[in-house]
């Protein structure tokens, strides 16, 4: 009986524990979910342009821009490719050729890979194959010639000596008295043509006087006395260390100058006849080398872009195996107060490189006659090789 | 014999009551008329900005904010009433949930109380912050903000962030 209280006691109890147990083991529970962000990004990626500053084979550095139209990071090897402040352009200057390619990410993180193909960097000069520079031979000398890239130009001179000079104007003498053009001279323009890399420097000598000393290869003596006396003019050519290699004197005049006028470019002879007068009824020319005079006929043809000029024709005036001076005369007739006049202008013109000057792009060529030889050859990048050869056959 | 084991019974039976008790306590929330109770009366609000839209980059519009209040009291001017204040403790955590991980955001939680950066673990959720019955206002301030290192090639374009906020009555309340 007591057993059956006890436990009804303990019973209670226990219901009464689980009552309390039960009134804290209820929970509030909270859940709010909600948006908060709604965000894309661009995935249009950025456009872009690649430039060179050069584009045709060339020995010279060559920069490289790509630009974009939004901001850009490289990823990875940049490959020396630096980015400008703009972070819109990326710059490299190339030296050598490079194929590569780039990892770009612009500001919204769209990956592009870009590459780049430079392959007209050319720094290698051409290889002129059949002779060595200074050496003589006693034989037909075959060159060839070859290079990475096309051969754009092989020129070829002969000289009797690899140092000259000479005085590329025009002394016209008035034979008849005669006066086309009351022009004077009071100047000489003094050419060097030197065929090797070790004259340096050139000192201008005018009777005697030190008038110049540069790198130069041309000289204007001005401000002359109009006079016939000879004036004495030198070249001194000069190595690096300031040594004199050699020298070469020409005697020239100060004469008045008969209205005549040679333009020599392009290999087409332009005479211009300043102050013509209006009534100019004849005009003949003739020319001959000085040591072999032959009175040829020169024609003349009217230069249709400029009044009171005509066109000699190179040919005409080329005496294979020559380099020296020509005499061209001219004869006009004309009519001044109605009266029938004549005149006639005779001067000479120095023809220094006449000789075997041609492109031979890329062909072989025979050099078979005796005498010194330079030979120039140039790539289309514009690296050049040369040689002085000399041919000395008994 | 037989009364042992229904004794036994009795007890397994009460036993079982004590660690299912989950039906037999029932809180309304809403008490029409008067009428008086002894219950604690919970107040658990979450307060959160219209939602946030637009385009993210790097470089320009690289960061982009918003706040979630999570308040104690009910203000009068809320809902036209008394006051009300919460009288049961609280514990919430705060959790930031993505519709993407492939989006070059870095989030970060704001505690602007106290200008803390609350901590998120690798669900990108927060440790369990307690509140009273004292009048509390926490504010927190979400930002995202351009991750510069992700290096991921293959982005996904669009992000929708959510905010769960759980609160659960303290044991002891």
């Known amino acids: 009986m007591v057993n059956s209280s006890i436990k009804k006691v303990i019973i209670f109890f226990l219901l009464i524990i689980i009552l309390l147990i039960n009134s804290v083991c209820a929970y509030y529970y909270y859940e709010n979910r909600f948006t908060i962000f709604k965000l894309n990004r661009n995935i249009i990626p950025a456009n872009f342009n690649i430039f060179y500053d050069k584009t045709t084979p060339t020995n010279q550095d060559v920069e490289m821009k790509i630009t974009f139209d939004k901001p850009v990071s490289i990823i990875g090897n940049n490959y020396g490719i630096e980015i400008l402040e703009d972070e819109k352009t990326l710059k490299k200057v190339f030296s050598l ?132 006396k000879e004036h004495n003019l030198a070249v001194e050519a000069l190595d690096r260390e300031g040594n004199i290699i050699e020298r070469k004197e020409i005697n020239r005049k100060t004469v008045p100058i008969r209205g005549v006028d040679f333009d020599f470019s392009q290999g087409v002879k332009y005479i211009a006849l300043k102050g013509t007068p209006k009534t100019l009824t004849k005009l003949s020319a003739c020319a001959w080398v000085e040591e072999h005079y032959e009175d040829t006929l020169v024609n003349l043809t009217p230069n249709n872009d400029s009044p009171n000029s005509y066109v000699i024709s190179l040919a005409m005036w080329r005496h294979k195996n020559y380099i020296g001076r020509y005499i061209v005369k001219f004869e006009f007739e004309y009519k001044e107060n109605n009266i029938d006049k004549k005149a006639t202008l005779i001067g000479s013109v120095y023809m220094p490189n006449n000789y075997k000057a041609s492109n031979y792009l890329g062909l072989p060529y025979d050099f078979i006659e005796n005498g010194n030889y330079y030979v120039r050859c140039r790539d289309e990048a514009g690296n050049e090789s040369e040689i002085n050869f000399q041919i000395d056959r008994i | 014999m037989e009364k042992k084991f229904k004794y036994l019974f ?164």
Request: proline content about 2%.
């Open chain 1, 97 to 228: 050729n490079e194929n590569n390619s780039i990892l770009v990410r612009d500001e919204d993180f769209n990956y592009q890979e870009i590459s780049y193909n430079l392959d007209w960097i050319d720094k290698e000069p051409p290889i002129i194959i059949g002779a060595d520079n200074k050496k003589t031979y006693n034989n037909n000398v075959h060159l060839d010639y070859t290079d990475n890239f096309t051969i754009s130009e092989i020129y070829s001179d002969y000289y009797s000596d690899n140092f000259t000079i000479y005085e590329d104007s025009q002394d016209f003498y008035e034979t008849n008295n005669m006066q086309i053009v009351p022009a004077t001279k009071d100047s000489i323009t003094l050419y060097v043509l030197s065929n090797t890399k070790e004259m340096e420097k050139y000192n201008y000598y005018l009777d005697g006087i030190l008038y110049e000393s540069t790198h130069e290869k041309k000289y204007t003596f001005t401000n002359l006395e109009l006079s016939d």
């Open chain 2, 10 to 173: 009795f007890m397994f039976f009460i036993l079982l009551i004590s660690f299912t008790n989950i039906t037999l306590a029932n809180y309304k929330s809403i008490i029409y008329g008067k009428a008086k109770t002894n219950l604690k009366k919970p107040v658990f609000i979450v307060e959160y900005s219209d939602i946030v839209q637009g385009q993210i980059s790097s470089k320009t519009n690289n960061y982009f904010e918003s706040y979630i209040n999570v308040l104690n009291y009910i203000n009068k001017d809320d809902l036209d009433e008394i006051k009300k204040l919460n009288e049961i403790d609280f514990e919430y955590t705060i959790k930031i949930i993505p519709s993407t991980n492939n989006f070059p955001v870095k989030y970060k939680l704001i505690d602007i109380n106290n200008g803390q950066e609350i901590a998120l673990d690798s669900n990108l959720e927060s440790e369990k912050i307690t509140i009273g019955n004292m009048e509390e206002k926490n504010i927190y301030k979400l930002i995202l903000e351009w991750d510069t290192e992700n290096n991921n090639q293959n982005l996904d374009t669009n992000l929708d962030v959510e905010i769960l906020v759980k609160g659960v009555q303290k044991n002891n309340g």
